[in-house]
């Protein structure tokens, strides 16, 4: 049982630093956010809303729901 545990441990224990691969990954993940963010100040900007307000938010839903379709 307790080779079980540490043979477990072991395989499961955390490493120092990132692989190339989740760096890339995280990278483009974060990348991929700062685009909507910028698309959602642009789509408030153009259409005049002051906030973002429940209202702006249902729209730029929208306009992001018809972009993946």
Excluded: C, W
Excluded at 1 to 8: E, I, K, P, Q
Excluded at 24 to 40: D, K
């Amino acid at each position: 049982m307790a080779n079980v545990l540490t043979t477990g441990a072991r395989l499961s224990a955390p490493t120092k630093e990132p692989s190339f691969f989740a760096r890339l990954l995280r990278a483009h993940a974060e990348s991929n956010q700062r685009r909507a963010e910028r698309v959602v100040e642009q789509y408030i900007a153009t259409h005049g809303l002051q906030k973002l307000s429940d209202d702006a938010e249902r729209q730029t839903g929208r306009v992001f729901a018809k972009a993946s379709q």
